[in-house]
């Protein structure tokens, strides 16, 4: 069944294409930021992260910008896969929040055979 | 699988009751976060302990309570239920949770329908 909001934005790509999901952020002091990727039914998995003296990092098939100038994120998924359909989410750590992490909404991706 | 634990895995109860969600964390893991998700709200941070003591809260309700007990394992009390406390409910645990910018891992949640 369905595990977060109905109305959530949707990326549609075909398999073997890259995917770009993108995310605003709010607090120009958050200094590091998570992707994490939620399948239904399941919980937040982690992705990837990246902190604010960074501008890019790379893993596995996914790469993680930070643009702190307009204060967007977005991660890059290389070779999409029908397993990477998901909801994504953004996470910012603000600083002096200490562990509190703010979500964004989350967008969802949906693999076209 | 994150290593982090959360049992009963589906709830369903009546308004005005209480129920006990419980959250194991990762194995070392000193710091636990109890998170809820609703359909229209996305994922909410309630609380944070940290071995044992509170250390952060959020969007916690007064009906709501937590704690952490000596082998770190955490319980979520939800008292005086309403039809919109409905939610997914995720603990998720983190190494030290001290400083900021430290990955948390989540556990499967727990499913709740208040009727």
């Known amino acids: 069944g369905e595990s977060v909001g109905l109305h959530l934005p949707t990326l549609s790509v075909q398999e073997g294409d890259n995917s770009i999901i993108n995310c605003a952020y709010s607090?120009?002091?958050?200094?590091?930021f998570i992707w994490y990727k939620q399948e239904s039914g399941k919980g937040p998995q982690f992705i990837i992260d990246?902190?604010?003296?960074?501008d890019k990092r790379q893993g596995q098939r996914v790469t993680v910008l930070l643009n702190k100038t307009v204060k967007h994120l977005s991660l890059q998924i290389a070779a999409t896969q029908p397993g990477d359909s998901a909801v994504y989410f953004c996470?910012?750590?603000?600083?002096?929040?200490?562990?509190?992490?703010?979500f964004g909404p989350g967008t969802r991706l949906s693999v076209l055979p | 699988d994150s290593g982090v634990t959360q049992t009963p895995k589906h709830l369903i109860t009546a308004t005005g009751q209480r129920v006990t969600l419980r959250c194991s964390p990762r194995?070392?893991?000193?710091?636990v976060y109890w998170y809820q998700q609703s359909l229209d709200q996305g994922l909410q941070f309630l609380i944070q302990?940290?071995?044992?003591?509170?250390?952060a809260k959020g969007n916690i309700l007064e009906r709501f309570s937590a704690q952490q007990f000596p082998d770190l394992h955490s319980e979520l009390n939800l008292s005086s239920l309403e039809l919109g406390d409905s939610a997914l409910y995720f603990c998720?645990?983190?190494?030290?949770?001290?400083?900021?910018?430290?990955?948390?891992?989540f556990g499967p949640g727990t499913r709740l329908l208040v009727l």
């Open positions: 998720a645990s983190s190494a030290a949770g001290q400083a900021g910018g430290e990955t948390q891992y």
């Open positions: 607090n120009s002091a958050s200094d590091y």
């Open positions: 990246i902190r604010s003296n960074m």
């Open positions: 996470a910012e750590n603000k600083k002096n929040y200490g562990q509190n992490f703010v």
């Open positions: 194995s070392g893991d000193l710091s």
């Open positions: 302990y940290y071995n044992g003591e509170e250390r």
